[in-house]
RNA sequence: GGCCCCGUGGUCAAGCGGUUAAGACAUCGCCCUUUCACGGCGGUAACUCGGGUCCGAAUCCCGACGGGGUCACCA
């Protein structure tokens, strides 16, 4: 039975790199028929959030990461956050050290800290020395009796080298003697995320440990733990970094990272997982839309890449305006209505029309305020928006087309777009003028851009005939101003 | 600094000893078009460097350089 979990520590909001690691572990697990299991990992009690476990939920669930064991849902391996399963794993400790694996140790943190400064500035690496380990059974009990503080660490040897295989990565070998004796359980009593992670991971019947590669370094001494234990080690699957530009990981810090920031300027779920899923893997093929089912059938370990891979936000938003084209209208209208009143206010346009010319052109939700502010407010333009080499146009040739269509403008009672444009081309066919000579001055002088959702006829339609009229006259005024 | 990992266009990325070194995003140009967009066509642009091995290397080996990670009673 193949089972992957997704280990969080609720420290945080849920930043992009850890959602791709989440989703690796669940399309692995899923394309395997196993089980996807969610853990929260709180022992460091100092940096709980509150309200980060929800965070976790709701990206996770937004998403489509629905996990089959968890703390909310339970499942037979519980309790699934870490401090409520701290009396689970002192035995173990205690068992590493009947076997001589592990030791007390009575060193104060400030005391190894200095030393550890002290190598520092030397210039060396800092190991713990053991010193604790050379303790007599007598002096640890006195201590202990005495209630002595302590914490448990684990005894790593110190010759030798230790070989482990990765999925991704192949085989990794580290010499042994730059294994430090880490803490296995810290002097409040909980675990260490070195050792419960560990623990829980063969308690939880994990087979493979998806994970960034922040840990390939430190698995070896987790798999000196699992031999000590007993336990087989799991199969490994360690992710390359998501990187923000060639120096710097995607991080926490860099705040466009979260997850909840993308979609709350218009970035779809969906979008975001298909580019993420295929930010350090291919499928092998040329295909880039993928549903998550689809992700769950194509998905190999294989595919997955070794090489940190630069975040590009650019390529996102390309996903994401496929995946709002692709939306069915309504939906495409529900969504994209509180943006468009936020440029518009309520009830002054046919948003249906408006979403109709804007859907094929909308990348994020985010930029349309600005796209279609235009309607509600004329902006101010310059002369030169009247110039275009192709249309043959310039403000000469827009006072002269903008005089000849005004009157027909204005003859026109049913302000429709097909009226509009059935009334206005045979003037310009009778005129024996070009299309753009004439409709290009026009979209100008009622919209002041020189991008627009849709051209002459729709804008006019959608502002409506006197604001159709007021602009057009206020543009000719301008223009003759000018002259 | 020690140890580990990585190195194909601006970005993602195919490639597994013989290819005109794919494709996508971005970018540029052209066509279509009442603008933009969409669509169509085309262009610019890459194997980090140096040694080997081999008839032949982006592909294998070594080294250099560059980048990342890690060295906590954080996870």
């Given at each position: 039975m193949i089972r992957t979990r997704f280990a969080p520590s609720p420290t945080g909001f849920m930043h992009l790199g850890g959602l791709r690691t989440a989703l690796y572990a669940y399309i692995f697990a899923k394309k395997n028929g196993g089980r996807f299991i969610l853990r929260i990992e709180d022992t460091d009690q100092e940096r709980y959030v509150e309200g980060a476990t929800k965070v976790i939920y709701d990206t996770l669930r937004g998403c489509g990461l629905?996990?089959?064991?968890?703390?909310?849902?339970?499942?037979?391996?519980?309790?699934?956050i870490q401090s409520e399963r701290k009396s689970l794993y002192l035995p173990y400790a205690k068992q590493l050290i009947e076997s001589g694996d592990a030791y007390y140790c009575f060193c104060t943190k400030d005391e190894v800290d200095e030393r550890r400064k002290a190598a520092e500035e030397r210039g060396e690496v800092f190991k713990?020395?053991?010193?604790?380990?050379?303790?007599?059974k007598e002096e640890i009990q006195a201590k202990l009796d005495a209630g002595v503080p302590y914490v448990i660490r684990h005894n790593a040897p110190t010759t030798g080298e230790t070989t482990y295989h990765d999925l991704v990565y192949g085989d990794i070998t580290t010499p042994n003697d730059i294994l430090d004796d880490m803490?296995?359980?810290?002097?409040?009593?909980m675990p260490t995320y070195n050792f419960a992670n560990v623990v829980d991971d063969h308690l939880m019947q994990i087979s493979h440990v998806i994970r960034g590669t922040e840990y390939l370094s430190s698995t070896p001494k987790y798999n000196l733990l699992y031999k000590a234990l007993g336990w087989d080690i799991p199969e490994y699957i360690h992710l390359p970094p998501v990187m923000r530009?060639?120096?710097?990981?995607?991080?926490?810090?860099?705040?466009?990272?979260y997850f909840s920031d993308f979609v709350s300027r218009g970035y779809l779920p969906e979008a975001l997982i298909n580019y993420l899923a295929l930010l350090g893997w291919?499928?092998?093929?040329?295909?880039e839309f993928f549903t998550l089912s689809e992700l769950q059938d194509a998905?190999?370990?294989?595919?997955?890449?070794?090489a940190p891979a630069i975040f590009d936000i650019g390529k996102l938003t390309w996903f994401n305006f496929e995946y709002i084209r692709r939306l069915p209208f309504d939906k495409y209208l529900e969504m994209a209505t509180p943006w468009f009143e936020k440029a518009?206010?309520?009830?002054?346009?046919?948003l249906k029309r408006l979403a109709e010319l804007m859907q094929i052109r909308t990348?994020?939700?985010?930029?349309i305020p600005d796209m279609v502010r235009f309607l509600a407010e004329m902006p101010e333009f310059p002369?030169?928006?009247?110039?275009n080499k192709k249309m043959k146009t310039n403000p000469e040739v827009a006072l002269e087309n903008l005089q000849l269509i005004k009157p027909v403008l204005e003859g026109?009672?049913?302000?429709t777009e097909t009226t509009i444009h059935d009334t206005i081309m045979p003037v310009i066919a009778e005129a024996g003028k070009k299309n753009g000579a004439v409709l290009w001055p026009m979209r100008i002088a009622i919209?002041?851009?020189?991008?627009?959702?849709?051209?002459a006829f729709e804008i006019a339609y959608l502002i409506g005939k006197d604001e159709t009229m007021r602009r057009t006259d206020a543009a000719i005024a301008r223009l003759v101003s000018k002259q």
């Open positions: 629905d996990w089959d064991e968890g703390p909310d849902i339970g499942g037979d391996f519980g309790p699934y713990y020395d053991k010193h604790c380990l050379s303790l007599t803490v296995l359980i810290k002097q409040d009593g530009d060639q120096h710097h990981k995607l991080s926490k810090r860099d705040g466009d990272a291919n499928p092998g093929d040329e295909r998905f190999s370990v294989k595919g997955i890449n070794n518009l206010g309520k009830g002054r346009f046919d990348e994020v939700f985010d930029r002369d030169e928006l009247y110039v026109i009672s049913d302000w919209s002041g851009k020189e991008n627009t959702p849709g051209g």
